[in-house]
């Protein structure tokens, strides 16, 4: 590994860092937007031209407000949502990854009837517009009598489950099957060996498909907003920022969505902090040359 | 292909075992398979059996959506009304005195006949969907349900562009995250910052950034700039509404194309690399001929989920566009919940559903993700 980055030379690293100083400012600039105007009252939102920093209209000075966020924070919704949101993504990525690698295991590395079969049967699960099965869904979850967050974590599985089950399956197919069949004579059971060799070496991609999947249902609207209808207090985040009304009627707290934006994203920017060295920790060196 | 030998190897060793111990071991095998499948399919038997199969059943009814209003059977009525297309030719506009082409004075361009007058008025009325010309003829593209017809064009063109450019700029990123520099661990997160944005608020936000005056940030930036007159109307002008939806759309999902490559390019074993570079090969062969190859597999289903989802457009489009320019899924809502029309959503539902299987499938045979043993 050290072999391949020792000769970069000067112009290489320059245009190099170039290129991530570019990239960061690509995908992080709308984000830093919406904090700009977090940081904003009311009148320096509607200031033209827009201004970079949050500025006082009359004198231009640099004068931001955290109103916003106090605001955000005394909402009890928002909160309750955050909890919500942390219960349902969790326990939708924690099911859809331990369904997922199962069905993977048997669809990336095991030979059976009907395999092709069940693949599509799995990803047609998700190819119809959340709009259009939502009434059936309901329908469902009405007969089988679920509580709102139950609800929400086995309706993500419409979207979750499919995902993760592809991606692992791709990744699974991937690894030698001499690795198999080596833990086998060894007298492991397949079994065994799913799940003390495959699903270690398999670690960036369960980390992966993880957090999209986690982030996926983290911020999932029309399903969260119509399973919780009936019971307000299981709101999710993206359901109770549309449920910001603002103290003004009709008027529309933009400064207040984009503090709450802000808020929610941060804890998950944590979270991929946690979990990226695992992204990379995947194959260690002659983990393969078995 | 390095898995694709491998596999054929094992299957000469299978054939070569005993009979009687393949039988036992490939019955093993599938009972094994079966307990494992399960869960996923007791899952989709319980969530997921009984409203994909309503969908199908209901897009040949009349059904009322919220109503105790009767339910009729009608065949394929749904599907005719939205699929129903007609291409005819419009006649220039002669001038009675002169004999000659009609020319508007306003505009300086050539008369043609009013489409409402050639597109046909059964079963049902063809409204214009499109113009356009072609070896001097002109042609008008009719509907019977125009608004339907646009949310596909929208929808594929939104589609095959994002994905695209989805595909490169989440390449090119996968591969510098991938190289080994200081901050590598921030960038990955910070990389994966637009994809954590919720999307409903995401696009609220746009909406702001591309507001129609000064105060939105892209029409100060390029004021300053001294680019642009006057401010640009980006979600109200049709010019500028589908690139705008991309350019949203390519911004939000990057991430996700970026972080699944990544995880590809990890599960690549060094050694490949150590023995390509001991033989001389050089980095941009080595990219051809080691790294894409092995990607494929991650990139397919990148590609099939992002294509899924793009298909699906729902957030973007209702938040930021509204009425004024659909796409399927924010078409099939504005029909199910603004017109109740429970059967016509359903089918476009259907016909959402054999679009993405489609390209699912391509992608599939192209990529050839599907071959197996």
Sequence with gaps: ???RSSPFNLIKRVAFNFMIIFILVYLLFPFYWAVNSSLKTESQLFMTPATALPRDPATLELSPTLQNYSAVLQDGQFLRGLANSTIVATSTTVLALIAGSFAAFALGKLRFRGRKPALYLILAMTMFPQVTVLTGLYAVITALGFPARISLIFSYMIFTLPFTTWVLTAFFKELPDALMESAQVDGATPFQTFRSILLPLTAPALVTTGLLAFIAAWNEYLFALTFTSIDPSARTVPVAIAYFAGAVARQEPFGEIMAAASLVTIPLVVLVLIFQRRIVAGLTAGAVKG | MGSNNDSTVTKKKASSRKPKGLSNLAKREERLALRLLLPALLIIALIAFYPLAQVFYTSFTDRVFASGQETNFIGFD???????VHVTTLDPVLDEATGEIMI????????????????????????EVNQFSLFGNRYVIGATDPSFIQSVSNTVVFTVVSVFLELALGLAIALVVNSKFRFRGSMRAAMLVPWAVITVVSARMWEWMLAPSRVGMFNALFDWMGAIDSP???LAAGTYQLPAMIAVDVWKTTPFMALLLLAGLQTMPEDIFEAAEIDGAGKIRQFVTITLPLLKPAMAVALIFRTLDALRVF???????????YSMASYNYFQLIGN???GLASAIGVIIFILIFGFAIAYIKMLGVDRNE
């Design chain 1, 1 to 3: 590994m050290n072999k």
């Design chain 2, 78 to 84: 749904n599907y005719r009304r939205l699929l129903s």
């Design chain 2, 104 to 127: 508007d004075p306003d505009t300086g361009k050539e008369v043609y006949e009013r489409p409402l007058d050639v597109l046909p008025r059964e079963p049902s009325r063809f409204r």
């Design chain 2, 232 to 234: 640009i109307a980006f």
């Design chain 2, 315 to 325: 957030d973007i489009f209702q938040v930021m566009l509204g009425q004024a320019q």
């Design chain 2, 340 to 342: 109740r029309a429970m």
